[in-house]
């Protein structure tokens, strides 16, 4: 599916500012879809543990002995304090901190103290709340409805169209949480189009094609493709391979080993009949080897172009075939506070038998977090648009066919809170 457009798009802004909206998203969103909660680094062997908040909805994710995944509403039936916090190992059953009543790590009750003075209080009518729980490759989806269709139905055709990757082959190594103030939308829609390259981005034109990207939505999901190593066609003819090279490495010179803020020095040479594209995926290539992981298999194409998927409702899956990162956005105490989340994964080598680390899982000030040029511009600016959103005169985002994965989200977004269209 695209989109044309005859008119602007219209978006209310209040969808983006209002405690009401954030309220209907609280109650008919964030309970009735599939969304990312970790990488299965977080839970891969027995009593690893993972929660999961969505604003103030959160959700626990345990491996049990038996070595199956489970995911439970994070809540204590008793007077409801939430059971875990934050993430780690070694459990062997969900106590409550609050009054010691404690669940095994399939949900069902087992222990009540001083149980006589409750009457009586059978164990089978007190499991934990199931959530539904399924692994995509290395990421954790969960439900908070446990009658969610399966998760493949869900993600449509988006792991066929990324089958060639191997995302299975992809290992957590990093799990950053920033709190920022502005909406989790704003956040979602600075990663759904590419329109912004050209404003925000402008070092990248050298090096990436911002305007011949092919966009392709599914029902609920989108995605974008884009080429690096070729300059934009908005700078014309005359772009050089220096300038190619140089903006090469200050927005990804870490993919060939070079530090972003490290001096570029010449581009390497072009030898005739190739291109700077083919001579930058070699060189990305030889780097992973370095590493130890062999990417002979993989095009110059399938190094060089970047697939971003924007899954409904908060992640964005960035992919090269050396390369996964994801980013989310999750609800915050106010419709101006979010969550944003990156998870960095590495490739291993298929069927790499050595068991899986946990990845280091770190929180940011803003101020703090450096995720290079080019997030860092999109991290300030997401928080100065959000400002902007409150202008008394700013009733409307107005959006154009570029920006069709925005629009589509939006589509997505009314019909799940259960609002006819703006
Ligand atoms: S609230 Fe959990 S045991 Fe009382
Ligand atoms: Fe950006």
Same mark, same amino acid.
């Given at each position: 599916?695209?989109?044309?457009?005859?008119?602007?798009?219209?978006?209310?802004?209040?969808?983006?500012?209002?405690?009401?909206?954030?309220?209907?998203?609280?109650?008919?969103?964030?309970?009735? #879809?599939?969304?990312?909660?970790?990488?299965?680094?977080?839970?891969?062997?027995?009593?690893?543990?993972?929660?999961?908040?969505?604003?103030?909805?959160?959700?626990?994710?345990?491996?049990?002995?038996?070595?199956?995944?489970?995911?439970?509403?994070?809540?204590?039936?008793?007077?409801?304090?939430?059971?875990?916090?934050?993430?780690?190992?070694?459990?062997?059953?969900?106590?409550?901190?609050?009054?010691?009543?404690?669940? =095994?790590?399939?949900?069902?009750?087992?222990?009540?103290?001083?149980?006589? /003075?409750?009457?009586?209080?059978?164990?089978?009518?007190?499991?934990?709340?199931?959530?539904?729980?399924?692994?995509?490759?290395?990421?954790?989806?969960? /439900?908070?409805?446990?009658?969610?269709?399966?998760?493949?139905?869900?993600?449509?055709?988006?792991?066929?169209?990324?089958?060639?990757?191997?995302?299975?082959?992809?290992?957590?190594?990093?799990? #950053?949480?920033?709190?920022?103030?502005?909406?989790?939308?704003?956040?979602?829609?600075?990663?759904?189009?590419?329109?912004?390259?050209?404003?925000?981005?402008?070092?990248?034109?050298?090096?990436?094609?911002? #305007? =011949?990207?092919?966009?392709?939505?599914?029902?609920?999901?989108?995605? /974008?493709?884009?080429?690096?190593?070729?300059?934009?066609?908005?700078?014309?003819?005359?772009?050089?391979?220096?300038?190619?090279? !140089?903006?090469?490495?200050?927005?990804?010179?870490?993919?060939?080993?070079?530090?972003?803020?490290?001096?570029?020095?010449?581009?390497?040479?072009?030898?005739?009949?190739?291109?700077?594209?083919?001579?930058?995926?070699?060189?990305?290539?030889?780097?992973?080897?370095?590493?130890?992981?062999?990417?002979?298999?993989?095009?110059?194409?399938?190094?060089?172009?970047?697939?971003?998927?924007?899954?409904?409702?908060?992640?964005?899956?960035?992919?090269?075939?050396?390369?996964?990162?994801?980013?989310?956005?999750?609800?915050?105490?106010?419709?101006?506070?979010?969550?944003? =989340?990156?998870?960095?994964?590495?490739?291993?080598?298929?069927?790499?038998?050595?068991?899986?680390?946990?990845?280091?899982? #770190?929180?940011?000030?803003?101020? =703090?977090?450096?995720?290079?040029?080019?997030?860092?511009?999109?991290?300030?600016?997401?928080?100065?648009?959000?400002?902007?959103?409150?202008?008394?005169?700013?009733?409307?985002?107005?959006?154009?066919?570029? !920006?069709?994965?925005?629009?589509?989200?939006?589509?997505?977004?009314?019909?799940?809170?259960?609002?006819?269209?703006?």
């Amino acid at each position: 599916m695209s989109l044309e457009v005859q008119a602007p798009v219209r978006v209310p802004v209040s969808r983006y500012t209002s405690p009401g909206w954030a309220l209907l998203e609280e109650q008919r969103l964030w309970p009735a #879809v599939w969304q990312l909660a970790c990488s299965l680094d977080h839970v891969s062997a027995p009593g690893d543990f993972f929660e999961h908040r969505v604003g103030r909805l959160s959700v626990v994710i345990v491996r049990g002995d038996d070595g199956e995944l489970r995911a439970f509403q994070n809540v204590c039936r008793h007077r409801g304090n939430p059971l875990c916090e934050g993430s780690g190992g070694g459990l062997t059953e969900l106590r409550c901190g609050f009054h010691r009543w404690t669940w =095994d790590l399939r949900g069902a009750l087992r222990e009540v103290p001083n149980r006589k /003075s409750f009457g009586t209080l059978p164990n089978e009518d007190y499991p934990l709340f199931p959530a539904a729980v399924e692994a995509w490759g290395p990421l954790v989806f969960v /439900s908070l409805d446990p009658e969610a269709g399966p998760l493949a139905d869900y993600l449509e055709g988006v792991p066929d169209d990324i089958a060639w990757a191997g995302l299975e082959d992809f290992r957590c190594t990093t799990f #950053v949480e920033v709190p920022v103030v502005a909406n989790w939308k704003t956040a979602v829609d600075g990663f759904s189009e590419t329109y912004h390259l050209q404003g925000l981005h402008r070092e990248m034109l050298p090096v990436v094609d911002d #305007v =011949d990207a092919p966009q392709r939505l599914w029902d609920r999901h989108g995605k /974008s493709m884009q080429r690096y190593g070729v300059p934009s066609p908005r700078l014309g003819a005359g772009v050089t391979d220096q300038q190619i090279w !140089e903006a090469f490495i200050v927005v990804m010179g870490t993919r060939i080993g070079i530090p972003t803020d490290a001096e570029p020095g010449p581009a390497p040479s072009v030898p005739a009949g190739s291109t700077m594209a083919a001579v930058l995926a070699e060189r990305v290539r030889a780097f992973q080897a370095e590493q130890g992981v062999d990417l002979a298999r993989f095009s110059d194409d399938e190094i060089m172009n970047i697939q971003q998927y924007n899954l409904f409702p908060n992640m964005t899956l960035l992919v090269y075939a050396d390369l996964v990162q994801v980013l989310r956005a999750r609800p915050g105490a106010t419709p101006d506070n979010a969550l944003l =989340d990156g998870f960095f994964f590495e490739r291993h080598a298929p069927g790499d038998e050595r068991p899986r680390a946990k990845p280091l899982d #770190v929180t940011l000030a803003p101020t =703090d977090a450096d995720f290079g040029m080019v997030l860092n511009q999109d991290f300030a600016l997401l928080q100065r648009a959000q400002r902007g959103l409150h202008q008394p005169g700013m009733t409307h985002l107005t959006l154009s066919a570029e !920006e069709c994965r925005i629009i589509n989200f939006h589509r997505n977004l009314e019909h799940t809170v259960g609002v006819t269209e703006a």
